[in-house]
């Protein structure tokens, strides 16, 4: 059965330096989702992102983040200069057609700033 | 603005008990989605269950059950005959209907621990 991947599945920086989190979505796939979750709390959108660019962003998401689908598989998530704020559970998720309404979620990249 | 309400914060209940939680979303709109999700220790999201607002059926999956009311805002969700292995975080859901931009708004969700 396909899934969504995320890799690495924890990752540990320094406070300032850049991350890259990396996500393969499910291949015919066509609607791609970044999802946060900091330590005990709600999972929070973050950014859609369809036909080669975004379709919308949440007020967390600000100029220190971007995402880009690179390659036509890989979907990523950059953080430029990390905060200690910005250590949490990052999800990768994927939609089919429109009208669809169902998410796969990946199992999540771990984010620790130090 | 969407918003989902899931007040209970945690829950206890001893193996065998039957479990309820509670769900209140808002919306503006009249086509949406609600969605469970079930969060192991393990940290995944673990999908249960999706139901579109035009479709207010119960839906029974095992010792799982979901009662939609339109009426009241309200998506519940009951557990029956409880089991240690349900004990997770679970999380409800909102889709508001936007094509190309179909993002979930979760509820804080409630923590329900089962005793053995």
């Known amino acids: 059965e396909p899934e969504v991947t995320q890799t690495p599945s924890h990752q540990v920086t320094q406070m300032g330096q850049e991350v890259i989190l990396r996500c393969v979505p499910i291949?015919?796939?066509?609607?791609f989702y970044w999802y946060r979750q900091i330590l005990g709390q709600k999972v929070e959108f973050l950014v859609s992102?369809?036909?080669?660019?975004?379709?919308?962003k949440s007020e967390i998401f600000d100029d220190q983040f971007s995402v880009e689908r690179p390659d036509g598989s890989n979907f990523t998530l950059k953080i430029r200069s990390t905060k200690l704020e910005d250590s949490a559970m990052y999800f990768c998720?994927?939609?089919?057609?429109?009208?669809?309404?169902?998410?796969?979620f990946g199992p999540g990249t771990r984010l620790t700033v130090l | 603005a969407q918003k989902v309400t899931q007040a209970q914060t945690e829950i206890s209940v001893v193996e065998k008990e039957d479990v309820t939680l509670d769900c209140v979303y808002e919306?503006?709109?009249?086509?949406?989605?609600l969605f469970w999700y079930k969060q192991p220790p393990s940290g995944e999201l673990v999908f249960l269950i999706r139901?579109?607002?035009?479709?207010?059926q119960n839906e029974i999956s095992g010792r799982y059950s979901w009662n939609f009311q339109k009426s009241t805002s309200s998506f519940n969700f009951t557990i029956t005959a409880s089991q240690v292995v349900d004990s997770a975080v679970y999380f409800c859901?909102?889709?508001?209907?936007?094509?190309?931009?179909?993002?979930?708004?979760f509820g804080t969700g409630t923590r329900l621990t089962i005793i053995p």
């Open positions: 859901a909102l889709s508001e209907a936007n094509f190309g931009n179909e993002k979930l708004t």
């Open positions: 139901r579109n607002s035009f479709d207010e």
């Open positions: 998720a994927s939609g089919g057609r429109t009208g669809n309404y169902e998410q796969f």
């Open positions: 291949s015919n796939h066509l609607y």
């Open positions: 992102f369809y036909n080669n660019e975004i379709s919308e």
């Open positions: 919306t503006r709109d009249t086509t949406y989605y």
